[in-house]
């Protein structure tokens, strides 16, 4: 089965040169030899550079495939986080961190444009704004601190073991258990911090791509100062995001597996960010996430009749949500996400939930 592209033109801008404006709509997937090639309800795999082989079926990508791959110009993992379109990207071929940060990429549909910024691929909503700034909650602004980000990996997260958190190692090995059903596919660690997790999937070799995901500009140049030290990363598909957990840059039903490690107590709305990770999440793919506990040490209004003021005085103080195992449980369910399990220790749980 020959891969064919169809270009459709659009008007140049003075921002963009014509050759940027030319969409490809790919089947079944980019004609990057980098990038994975997908076939209906079949896992991302690693394509070589003449043929692809998805199951014992072999594609072949003829001639026209190989210009357009020549040019640079593709479709690949992003959307755009303002209306979900695909981003159409420019610049050096490959899915690693050189690569995603020489390119450019643009949404025609609303003709909104992001590049890198420092280390990392900004596709937040307000990547590029000048005059408006947006300032989430206390929970979430502390993370963006260069002295907590800094502290993150050097003390900060160790901490956690006082909760039951049993280590990082312990950590990882429990949720690639989680994750065997979409070994091969399509990782994105979302809230990720200084990328202790997003390295060691990366690492694992279990996934044709990883992408680093985080809110807090500092603590995604913490995770590349990590990570250029570490010579095991450099020609692995790995990329570090800037976005909004509540806003995910990537098309629905387009990711196999979706990590959040000690994340769930700090978004400023779980419900938001739990319904985004189910839209993004392809059919069978994976959620795993941990947190704390609401426990009577964190939470004193967590029982009863009380639970309602405590929940208030979250708000009032801008302090971390905790919840219960059974509020998590319900929040996946109905976010319509299923085959909820967890692993409790103390205030530390390690849930799982799967998409239809």
């Known amino acids: 089965m020959a891969v064919r592209a169809v270009i459709a033109s659009s008007s140049p801008s003075a921002a963009f040169p014509a050759t940027f404006h030319r969409k490809l709509h790919i089947c079944p997937s980019s004609l990057n030899p ?99 700034n947006e300032i989430k909650p206390v929970r979430t602004e502390l993370f963006r601190s260069p002295l907590v980000s800094f502290l993150y990996e050097r003390g900060w997260r160790q901490n956690f073991n006082r909760s039951g958190f049993p280590g990082p190692e312990e950590e990882f090995n429990m949720a690639q258990e989680y994750f065997e059903p979409v070994a091969g596919g399509l990782l994105v660690d979302v809230s990720c911090g200084s990328g202790l997790f997003s390295r060691k999937f990366a690492k694992s070799g279990s996934y044709s791509a990883v992408i680093a995901l985080d809110f807090s500009e500092n603590m995604l140049r913490q995770c590349y100062e990590f990570s250029k030290k570490d010579e095991s990363l450099s020609n692995t598909n790995f990329a570090l995001v800037r976005a909004d957990v509540s806003r995910l840059p990537f098309a629905s039903s387009s990711v196999d597996a979706v990590h959040a490690g000690a994340a769930l107590h700090c978004w400023p709305s779980p419900s938001n960010a739990v319904a985004e990770i189910s839209r993004v999440l392809r059919s069978g793919g994976v959620f795993v996430g941990t947190t704390f506990l609401s426990t009577r040490l964190n939470s004193p209004f967590s029982n009863g009749l009380l639970r309602p003021l405590g929940q208030f005085v979250s708000q009032t103080n801008s302090s971390y949500n905790f919840f219960k195992e059974k509020e998590i449980e319900d929040l996946c369910k109905s976010c319509g996400l299923i085959n909820y399990s967890s692993k409790v220790q103390q205030a530390f749980i390690m849930f799982s939930a799967q998409k239809p």
């Open 34 to 132: 980098s990038f994975p090639v997908r076939s209906t309800n079949l896992r991302f795999h690693q394509a070589s550079s003449r043929q692809v082989r998805v199951y014992g079926s072999t594609i072949t990508l003829d001639p026209l495939a190989k210009v357009l791959h020549n040019n640079s110009e593709e479709a690949g993992y992003f959307a755009c986080p303002i209306c979900y379109e695909p981003l159409i990207r420019k610049g050096p071929p490959g899915f690693n961190l050189p690569a995603i940060y020489r390119s450019g990429f643009k949404c025609q549909k609303c003709n909104k444009t992001f590049s890198s910024k420092d280390v990392f691929l900004d596709l937040t909503v307000t990547s590029g704004m000048k005059e408006f």
